[in-house]
């Protein structure tokens, strides 16, 4: 304390020193010049003229953390014009005026008030007036003049970080550049050596060391050896006042690491290694493990093993396991203990990355000696392949042979082995395999389409150890047979309209085929030969699975035909392709000048032609009034009664045109077979009613319709006629048409009245009138001819 209370007293007045220094060189330097001037006689008698000092003032120096018990003096301010009279009052303004710095408005001495921090603000700025004590009234303009705080060593150094940490490689270079370390100084580096530093190190000799100037860690020993020592800890210092006595000072601690390299070959703790392994191993499984041990880390201390020499370079191998730097010795070859019983081995260790800095420390590598001794066992059959992928072609009968697993048994026995399938891979029985010879065959006839591939597991186990058993995955591949033609891959309806352009592409259609990419596509639309040259539409195949569909003409017509049905032929790529073909239906349509749809009904098209609202109820009331007319018609047709008794003048001709009863009437079931009547042309299809109108519209074959430019009439009116002729739902639907067949081989004869009338007969037809009364009138017509002749 009493060093530091000395210190402090000779920094004051040190800086009151400066301080009158300063004043003494501003009183001379700094003077402001007054308004006012006077005359000043030369040696000679020459009259000079100067301009006359107005009043004094400086610029005043403060010394930072002054601790007296008085204010401190900054300065005085003085005008020439004061007189000392007292009529001069001095006013003082600006930062810290008043709160700072106080002024004697008489005197001019200005004291600061308070202890000052440059580090906190270096300078002041003030301006100083002279006015009129009565009047306050300006004496001289207001002037600007400058306080500086001066700077005192206050502050220690500081260290951009408390601590630092720095990774140097082991044995490196003496000299090699470490880590730069910082420190800072808030003292002001104009002013003195205050914010001098010097940097020095406290700890972490003799290892490294630092320069003062720049803070730079170097090291300072030659092969420094992480495997020894891989951390230091080092203190470094940095002192201002440019490291003499009395300069502060601050501290930081540097943690250093060694980072690794490759100078330590691998080395095997022991010169020779004994394993042992079943015979029933199967290649792959592991023997044992062996390990080199390398004291450098990451991948300088890598090792990578290799069987350099031995009798057992062909029956076994090893890698390395590089998350425990062991090397595995596995089993690469099947082994029989009848045959050999022991094997050696020489076994390399070499680091797999090499610094050629290092190369002289080396060889690195190391070698060891591996003696496996194999053991006897009874094992299970061994299946020759792990898996097994076989193929058979879908659609292949069943029986068929699809391929062979096959298994031996290991021991010198030799035992028989019997195949079985694992009933749970297999729960569709859709293979066999033959319990000798292990071929499996198919069951059932296989569809790609619906399994491609079949996973079986397959058993084998020995014939008189059922306890050794050994199983196989096998997956069977269902080869594709182009057995699927393409076909629509969606459901197409089209619509073109009425006044569409020709040879414009209305539709564009795709295909889907079952059966892969090499019996699929690629695929080809096109029309049936028959219709090839279609008057209405056109196909166009794009080569990449479409078609487009072209209207061929324009001027459809929906009151003509409203439903186009276009066959489209379909053929895969297949060997040898397959084929379809597929309906396209295409309604013609009302549509507006842009084309849009507005109607695809034929009935809407006639009620759009353009008939008024008055025609329309005109139509209407007609149709009522014919059917007023026709129902009263037929009323009055039943209620007429037909007459039981034919007279002998009319002719029996007339009479058969309203006679509508033949045989016993609906009501007599057992006069005759009604089979005899059936047309036998429709026992064995479907005859569609005549007196009703068809639920379907027939389409007549496009093939048949001639082009709409012909100009042979004969041939159209022939077109037309087949057409009519090969149609079933063509008009009239005259109920009539359900007596036009009456009977083919039939033993009774006919039952017309009309040839038997005309016809001269010696048939006797009195027995009609044994028949009842059902019959008089037959009787009358028949029996009572011979009367007749008689009279006429």
Known sequence: MKEDSCLHAALICLGMIYYSHAVSTEKLNHLRPSLHGHHEKGKEGQVLHRSKRGWVWNQFFVIEEYTGPDPVLVGKLHSDIDSGDGNIKYILSGEGAGIIFVIDDKSGNIHATKTLDREERAQYILTAQAVDRNTNRPLEPPSEFIVKVQDINDNPPEFLHENYHANVPERSNVGTSVIQVTASDADDPTYGNSAKLVYSILEGQPYFSVEAQTGIIRTALPNMDREAKEEYHVVIQAKDMGGHMGGLSGTTKVTITLTDVNDNPPKFPQSVYQMSISEASIPGEEVGRLKAKDPDIGENGLVAYSIIDGDGVEMFEITTDYETQEGVVKLKKLLDYETKKSYSLKVEAANVHIDPKFISNGPFKDTVTVKVAVEDADEPPIFLAPSYILEVQENAAAGAVVGRVHAKDPDAANSAIRYSIDRHTDLERYFSISPEDGYIKTIKTLDREEIAWHNISVFATEVYNRHQEAKVPVAIKVLDVNDNAPKFASTYEAFICENGQSNKAFITITADDKDDAANGPRFIFSLPPEIIHNPNFTLTDN??????????????????????????????????????????????????????????????????????????????????????????????????????????????????????????????????????????????????????????????????????????????????????????????????????????????????????????????????????????????????????????
């Open 543 to 792: 080569r990449d699975n479409t078609a487009g569909i072209y209207v061929r003409r324009g001027g459809f017509s929906r009151q003509k035909q409203d439903l186009y049905l276009l066959p489209i032929v379909i053929s895969d790529g297949g060997i040898p392709p397959m084929s379809s073909t597929n309906t396209l239906t295409i309604r013609v349509c009302g549509c507006d000048s842009n084309g849009s749809m507005l109607s695809c009904n034929a009935e809407a098209y006639i009620l759009n032609a353009g008939l008024s609202t008055g025609a329309l109820i005109a139509i209407l009331a007609c149709i009522v009034i014919l059917l007023v007319i026709v129902v009263l018609f037929v009323t009055l047709k039943r209620q007429k009664k037909e007459p039981l008794i034919v007279f002998e003048e009319e002719d029996v001709r007339e009479n058969i045109i309203t006679y509508d009863d033949e045989g016993g009437g609906e009501e007599d079931t057992e006069a005759f077979d009604i089979a005899t009547l059936q047309n036998p042309d429709g026992i064995n299809g479907f005859i569609p009613r005549k007196d009703i109108k068809p639920e379907y519209q027939y389409m007549p074959r496009p093939g048949l319709r001639p082009a709409p430019n012909s100009v042979d009439v004969d041939d159209f009116i022939n077109t037309r006629i087949q057409e009519a002729d090969n149609d079933p739902t063509a008009p009239p639907y005259d109920s009539i048409q359900i007596y036009g067949y009456e009977g083919r081989g039939s033993v009774a004869g006919s039952l017309s009245s009309l040839e038997s009338a005309t016809t001269d007969s010696d048939l006797d037809y009195d027995y009609l009138q044994n028949w009842g009364p059902r019959f008089k009138k037959l009787a009358d017509l028949y029996g009572s001819k011979d009367t007749f002749d008689d009279d006429s």
